[in-house]
């Protein structure tokens, strides 16, 4: 009962935290679209009928049904058709001259200098970076604040346990031979629960600066706490194949996903854990390889789509890093949140790390080039600041406003390949959900 409850409250958590970075991403064009004197209708937190709404002065705010993005509602957010230029009648005109006239509803006296096209190109860049830049600040404090305030799990100096012998080559032998040396922590009388304080008479906080004053070969003198007592124990560090641990603590793989090894100084012993944060720098870092990770994502969108389809309706399992919708997430959430075996710590550490990376994620889809992404708006804007620089220097009358409208049709395009990428995503997540 108690792990049904802790699940479904892992989902909660992480559906507030959702809203809360879809509602930031919105705040992030309304503050500065209101700042320039925009007219704004609506604001709304997903899509769909209405669960709540209230009217604030000329903006009416709702949260809605379906919580796949949100939406602000700015007034010409078109230009309009250049003069003398008929509308056509078609069913792809027909789209270019309802997006041209959308919101006429909410345009009333006084409002004609209030309209998003009549903007200057670069205050319409703020607003429309407005939004993706507020969730990649959102990112990375939470990025920051999980890795370098709560921090990672790393390896402790506490010994959990001694090794037999010294395996050279752990890749291709797992249990000791009669011909393999025995391990220098056994030979020096190292025991289970000590705590290594120092090396050589140096002290020592963390692997990371034991490991550096290690030697193959050379006898050194190993410092420990065992029963409120500290002991000094002689101990030759022998040489083995061994993996490299990164800046996080966390082990390096290579393009196959296999460890990296690097020739290490070995004591014989496997230590404990225990959560350590890591500098602010590495974890800014860290933000910055999250992002460039789901832009890659993003590049291998089709193949990864591909290969969930497949194997979802093939009964094969998926694999741990392809795409996965807002019901994965919350799948895991709440397999973290109802676990027995992971801290409180480390459960509002990897809440706060997906909402971080769901965060990036929304940055860089937003930042694509196309409608009606962020992206889409950003690019016509600075195709239109280009247009005009080469206008001025070939001393041309300065252009009218990027007609954007006339990409309306690639727009629903984009929008019904956006929702139909969504649906498989949440298909796959409910039928074949990813397995940890």
Same mark, same amino acid.
């Given at each position: 009962m108690t792990e049904s409850i802790l699940y479904i409250l892992g989902i909660v958590a992480v559906a507030i935290?959702?809203?809360?970075?879809?509602?930031?991403?919105? &705040?992030?064009?309304?503050?500065?679209? %209101?700042?320039?004197?925009?007219?704004?209708?609506?604001?709304?937190?997903?899509?769909?009928? %209405? &669960?709540?709404?209230?009217?604030? #002065?000329?903006?009416?705010?709702?949260v809605r049904l379906i919580p796949l993005g949100g939406f602000i509602t700015m007034i010409g957010m078109y230009a309009p058709a250049k003069p003398g230029k008929p509308e056509g009648a078609g069913f792809f005109s027909g789209m270019v001259t309802t997006a041209r006239?959308?919101?006429?509803?909410?345009?009333?006296?006084?409002?004609?200098g209030r309209k998003f096209y009549k903007l200057s190109v670069y205050k319409r860049l703020i607003i429309m970076f407005g939004g993706? *830049?507020?969730?990649?600040?959102?990112?990375? !404090?939470?990025?920051?604040?999980?890795?370098?305030?709560?921090?990672?799990?790393q390896r402790s100096l506490t010994v959990a346990q001694i090794s037999d012998c010294v395996i050279f080559n752990p890749t291709a032998q797992q249990a000791c031979n009669p011909q393999d040396p025995q391990s220098p922590a056994r030979l020096a009388g190292v025991q289970p629960g000590d705590k290594i304080v120092g090396y050589n008479g140096q002290t020592t906080s963390d692997w990371q600066g034991l490991s550096s004053m290690l030697q193959p #070969?050379?006898?050194?003198?190993?410092?420990?706490e065992r029963s409120a007592s500290q002991?000094?124990?002689?101990?030759?560090?022998?040489?083995?194949?061994?993996? %490299?641990?990164?800046?996080?603590?966390?082990?390096?793989?290579?393009?196959?996903?296999d460890p990296v090894l690097v020739k290490t100084a070995v004591l014989g012993i496997a230590l404990g854990t225990e959560l350590k944060p890591i500098p602010v720098s590495t974890s800014l870092t860290q933000a910055g390889l999250s992002v460039g990770q789901v832009f890659d994502m993003i590049l291998n969108l089709p193949q990864q789509l591909t290969d969930t389809a497949v194997s979802t309706f093939t009964g094969q399992e998926? #694999?741990?890093?392809?795409?996965?919708? +807002?019901? #994965? +997430?919350?799948?895991?959430?709440?397999?973290?949140?109802?676990?027995?075996?992971?801290?409180? &710590?480390?459960?509002?550490?990897?809440?706060?790390? !997906?909402l971080a990376s769901l965060n990036f994620a929304l940055f860089a889809f937003n930042m694509l080039p196309l409608l009606p992404l962020d992206g889409g708006h950003i690019a016509g804007g600075l195709y239109e600041w280009l247009k005009r620089g080469v206008f001025k220097i070939l001393r041309k009358p300065a252009p009218g406003p990027a007609d954007t409208?006339?990409?309306?049709? *690639?727009?629903?395009?984009?929008? +019904?390949?956006?929702m139909a990428m969504s649906a498989v995503l949440i298909l796959a997540d409910i039928i074949n959900p990813i397995r940890f």
């Open positions: 935290g959702i809203g809360f970075s879809i509602g930031l991403h919105e &705040l992030g064009h309304l503050l500065p679209a %209101k700042l320039f004197g925009v007219k704004v209708p609506r604001y709304a937190i997903g899509f769909g009928p %209405k &669960l709540f709404s209230k009217q604030i #002065g000329e903006t009416e705010y709702s006239h959308a919101h006429e509803e909410h345009v009333t006296k006084g409002d004609e993706p *830049l507020m969730n990649l600040v959102l990112g990375t !404090i939470l990025i920051t604040i999980a890795l370098s305030g709560i921090g990672v799990q #070969g050379v006898v050194g003198s190993i410092q420990v002991i000094t124990l002689p101990i030759t560090p022998a040489s083995a194949m061994r993996a %490299k641990i990164g800046p996080t603590g966390s082990i390096e793989v290579d393009s196959n996903g998926r #694999g741990t890093s392809g795409a996965i919708s +807002i019901v #994965g +997430i919350g799948q895991i959430a709440g397999e973290v949140s109802s676990s027995e075996t992971v801290s409180a &710590l480390e459960k509002l550490s990897t809440g706060l790390l !997906i409208a006339v990409l309306m049709p *690639l727009t629903w395009f984009v929008f +019904i390949l956006l």
